[in-house]
């Protein structure tokens, strides 16, 4: 249950009624909020004159339940807004994992190029074996920081583990929680402790009630920018990497307040097929597109085989605006 409380509540009996109801309290500008498990269903008629309106659940997606708060949250990324009454859509490019100062100030020379606002790059990388590159850590944020001040960017990167969330934290415009990473509650915690915004990657074996509830612990800890990134799912199939998930993306977008971001390059895995599936993706009218692109991905250190080279990209992205203007939306 989410309880609205009145403005002039008093403080110590909200204290009281958050113990006694084992309640998270909320605050958001003027609004204090209660939220409880969803199992709660009815109050007690003593808290009646502190309570100015309560909201009921059937599961603990509540936050980010599209019944509290309809339409998708509004997000403000530098100057762009995603989400709420805005029809736009993100582009978020760059490659894999920051590899060197070449290879990102060219990455960052390609989004000037294009006007894309966004650049992404991974500087902790979640690898599948122990001897493979494992990202350049602190020495990459500082390149990706570089690139922002001298092309003005947003730079995108992720946390992998708790360990270094508050670098990434300090660092970066915008937090990507990886897919492996979803289920770490150090990282949950941190992360629902600022006002950052956080692009939630869902996990490759993850349900989408646990993929919003994961996101549900960011909003209850207090950040409010939480958007949710499908990536896809582990199925029978192997001839792709992954499943993209596109029938749960409308689930989403139904029954969530959050904004939608699709990666098309990690669910296919293999370059041929992003562009395709980029504009399916666009079809699908979401807020953002996240697509990993290289300088030479032939030698990149990480994802190699789905990264598209510049002159790929650049034919796919103008061939996105006309998409996103077929569905009333705009590419940014
Ligand atoms: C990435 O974005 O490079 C990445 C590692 O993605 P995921 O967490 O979805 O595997
Ligand atoms: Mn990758």
Redesign the pocket.
């Known amino acids: 249950m989410i309880v609205h409380l009145k403005k002039d509540a008093d403080k110590s009996r909200i204290e009281a009624m958050a113990e006694e109801l084992k309640a998270t309290i909320l605050k958001n500008g003027e609004l204090t909020s209660l939220i409880t498990s969803s199992s709660l269903k009815e109050l007690n008629g003593e808290y009646e004159g502190l309570i100015d309106e309560t909201f009921i659940f059937d599961t603990d997606i509540q936050l980010a339940h599209s019944d509290y708060h309809s339409g998708h949250r509004e997000i403000k990324l530098g100057d762009n807004y995603i989400g709420g009454k805005h029809k736009n859509t993100l582009m978020i490019s760059g490659p894999?994992?920051v590899e060197s100062r070449e290879q990102i100030t060219r990455s960052a020379e390609l989004c000037v190029e294009l006007g894309i606002s966004v650049i992404?790059g991974?500087c902790y990388?979640?690898r599948t074996s122990p001897y493979s590159f494992q990202g350049l850590g602190l020495e990459g944020l500082k390149l990706l920081v570089e690139v922002r001040e001298k092309y003005g960017l947003l730079i995108n990167t992720?946390v992998?583990d708790a360990t270094h969330v508050d670098e990434v934290i300090e660092y970066t415009d915008i937090i990507?929680?990886?897919?492996?990473?979803m289920y770490d509650h150090g990282i949950l915690n941190k992360c629902g402790k600022t006002t950052k915004p956080v692009i939630l990657?869902?996990g490759?074996g993850t349900t989408l009630q646990e993929f919003v509830q994961a996101a549900e612990f960011m909003l209850s800890g207090g950040n409010p920018n939480i958007i949710l990134?499908e990536?896809?799912i582990r199925t029978f199939e192997t001839k792709s990497r992954f499943t993209l998930d596109l029938c749960g993306v409308a689930y989403l977008k139904e029954n969530t307040n959050l904004p939608i971001i699709l990666?098309p390059?990690?669910a296919m895995g293999f370059a041929y097929g992003v562009p395709d599936l980029a504009r399916a993706c666009m079809a699908m009218g979401v807020e953002g597109l996240?697509i990993?692109v290289h300088p030479d991905p032939s030698v990149a250190k990480?994802?190699a085989s789905q990264q598209l080279d510049f002159d790929t990209f650049r034919k796919l992205y103008a061939s996105l605006g006309s998409i996103a203007t077929a569905i009333g939306r705009k590419l940014i």
Request: charged share 40%; hydrophobic share 20%; glycine share 12%.
């Open positions: 894999c994992s992404r991974g990388k979640p992720e992998k990507q929680i990886g897919a492996k990473a990657k869902r490759f990134c990536r896809g990666d390059s990690h996240l990993e990480s994802d």
